[in-house]
């Protein structure tokens, strides 16, 4: 495994973290058994993955819990979330936090985050909601703050461009991938300068795993004039990232082209088995992608901001 420091947290954490959300739950929404999940977590952890994400919402929380109990707490990273859609009090957020620590076994949570936040929410939970994360700041229970944007109808992260103006937020969920890169230059940028730890989600997603979703999601980009169709070959779009030296395949090379984005540290993994863990894990350790093939992913998509990949 391979580790760096989560920006100003001073964390140390592996590069690739379990996500414990997305379509996959750690397998619950396939159907697998709880004791299945548990072991996931667990071989995640034998692999040298220290860093797991999971919240509220996704209802894994216990399944983490039951996975690090016998784990020396200092060598893992928690991240968790409460939810911000719907009406929220102080006292809400109250009572879910004491529930994530419940369900998580522990008594303090590494990074709790304000979860999906979109941008007409966003002044009303810093000025009523984040004082409550701050008292729990100061009680040691929560040791950084972060906040996660809802990519899928904020795909050119207005939401963190606002978010970033305030100097509250530790750490950083962000939407990134081959297909919209348009954080790198919105909101990657401010952040190094700002040394916030940055965590990125929905790096394959459906579009770059279904060559089916892949191709609908080009035709629409060369509908809003946001790819230009002569710089891409539609029967096989991303055919020239697969080559000796290069990508072994596609969610190989997305994988690989977040990991090496400058200002980035966790990239999120979901799985529900060990062998697609295995390989997503394999696809992080390998080196950059040749700087050629990078140069024309970067031309192709300079323009993309409407998208999220899903």
């Known amino acids: 495994m391979e580790y760096t420091t989560l920006g100003r947290t001073g964390l140390k954490v592996s590069v ?4 414990c959300g997305g379509p996959s739950r750690i397998g619950q929404s396939a159907g697998i058994s709880e004791a299945d999940s548990i072991r996931i977590v667990k071989h995640a952890l034998e692999s040298g993955i220290n860093f797991i994400d999971t919240a ?3 209802r894994t929380e216990h399944i983490v819990g ?3 109990k016998n784990v020396d707490r ?13 009406t929220l009090t102080p006292k809400d957020v109250q009572k879910s936090f004491e529930r994530s620590l419940e369900n998580l076994g522990t008594d303090y949570i590494d990074i709790y985050h304000l979860h999906g936040v ?7 939970l810093y000025s009523e909601i984040v004082p409550t994360l701050l008292e729990l700041k100061d009680q040691d229970k929560i040791h950084f703050l972060g906040i996660t944007e809802r990519f899928n109808p904020d795909p050119n992260h207005s939401m963190l461009q606002r978010a970033l103006q305030d100097d509250i ?4 969920m962000v939407g990134f991938n081959i297909l919209n890169q348009s954080a790198r230059d919105l909101v990657l940028a401010k952040a190094m300068e700002k040394n916030i730890g940055i965590l990125i989600m929905f ?4 579009a770059l795993s279904r060559p089916k979703r892949l191709k609908e999601c080009l035709n629409e980009l060369i509908e809003k004039n946001q790819l230009d169709p002569s710089d891409i070959n539609m029967d096989d779009p991303l055919k020239f990232l697969i080559h000796e030296g290069g990508a072994e395949n596609l969610v190989d090379a997305a994988y690989r082209f977040c990991r090496y984005e400058p200002g980035t540290h966790v990239i999120l993994s979901g799985t529900g088995n060990f062998s697609h863990l295995k390989n997503n894990l394999e696809s992080i350790l390998r080196p950059p992608l040749p700087e050629t093939d990078l140069i024309k992913l970067r031309k ?8 999220s990949g899903q």
């Open 16 to 19: 690739m973290g379990l996500g």
């Open 56 to 58: 509220e919402v996704y």
């Open 66 to 68: 039951k996975g690090i």
């Open 74 to 86: 200092e060598n893992i990273i928690i991240s968790t979330k409460k939810s911000t859609w719907g």
């Open 118 to 124: 979109i941008l007409k929410d966003y002044d009303y």
């Open 169 to 172: 937020w530790d750490v950083m």
């Open 203 to 206: 790096a394959v997603r459906l």
């Open 300 to 307: 192709i998509f300079k323009n993309v901001d409407s998208i």
